[in-house]
């Protein structure tokens, strides 16, 4: 039986506090735990002139694994969005941008980690359609958005014989993201956002595991999964954030 233990967080919008920021550290200590985010953490939706984002350093004192990019990530023009996220000490995610040219430096479509337990975990993200193709904007941006079904069957084919466990950091919203699970059943787990939920949701279905957490850094979801012969098993606890 394989097994491995998620703390998840969405939607920060920058509301995340110093205090805040410990408190994830040491859950995340205790609990051996990947702590992922699934985009919105940004507050601000321009590219400002500092080095980078304020709840980015928090982000690092805290020890995330990896992040999506949403769309207060997002930057029409590479530089921007690379601007924004470059002083994360984690990895950045979005399976379905992709430069015109070059590559995205440290934004990565895709990513396998070794969870404290040994697990073998393959992250991918999912980031809203921002520029719609063929669009007049697209001309003025450097980067292109594929549709996310397809970019999805990309991450999911070049993970699944790699890794233990698939997931799928989705800021995609719920709607889309039933849509996810229903085409891809060989992704384990679903960590959302974007929906912005009055009440913090975590549910199965069809074999897959959803979470959404409250937005603002209200809350955090923290997660132990274990999985034998392809079902999965969980125990699931909501953290007030301080």
């Excluded at 110093?18 to 985009?39: K, M, P, T, V």
């Excluded at 805290?62 to 029409?76: C, L, P």
């Excluded at 023009?77 to 924004?84: F, P």
């Excluded at 470059?86 to 980690?113: C, E, Y």
Aim: charged share 20%; glycine share 8%; hydrophobic share 40%.
């Amino acid at each position: 039986m394989t097994s491995v233990t998620l703390l998840h967080t969405a939607d920060m919008h920058n509301r995340l506090t110093a205090q805040a920021a410990e408190q994830l550290h040491e859950i995340r200590e205790q609990n051996h735990a990947l702590l992922l985010d699934s985009g919105d953490a940004i507050g601000a939706l321009n590219v400002t002139v500092r080095r980078s984002e304020p709840i980015i350093e928090l982000m690092n004192i805290s020890g995330y694994t990896a992040m999506a990019i949403g769309n207060r990530e997002y930057f029409f023009r590479k530089w921007g969005m690379v601007h924004k996220t470059r002083a994360a000490a984690f990895t950045i995610l979005s399976a379905n941008i992709q430069p015109v040219r070059g590559d995205m430096g440290h934004i990565k479509r895709w990513t396998t980690v070794t969870a404290p337990d040994g697990s073998r975990v393959g992250l991918f993200g999912l980031t809203p359609t921002m520029i719609a193709p063929g669009s007049w904007v697209e001309r003025l941006s450097d980067m292109r958005f594929l549709p996310w079904k397809q970019a999805a069957q990309q991450a999911v084919t070049a993970l699944r014989g790699q890794v233990d466990w698939v997931i799928a950091l989705s800021h995609l919203g719920q709607q889309r993201d039933q849509r996810l699970l229903e085409l891809f059943p060989q992704i384990d787990v679903i960590l959302g956002g974007h929906s912005h939920p009055q009440i913090t949701k975590i549910e199965e279905l069809s074999g897959t595991l959803t979470s959404y957490p409250r937005p603002y850094a209200k809350e955090a979801v923290l997660i132990t999964l274990g999985k034998q012969q392809d079902a999965i098993h969980y125990d699931s606890r909501v953290i007030e954030l301080l």
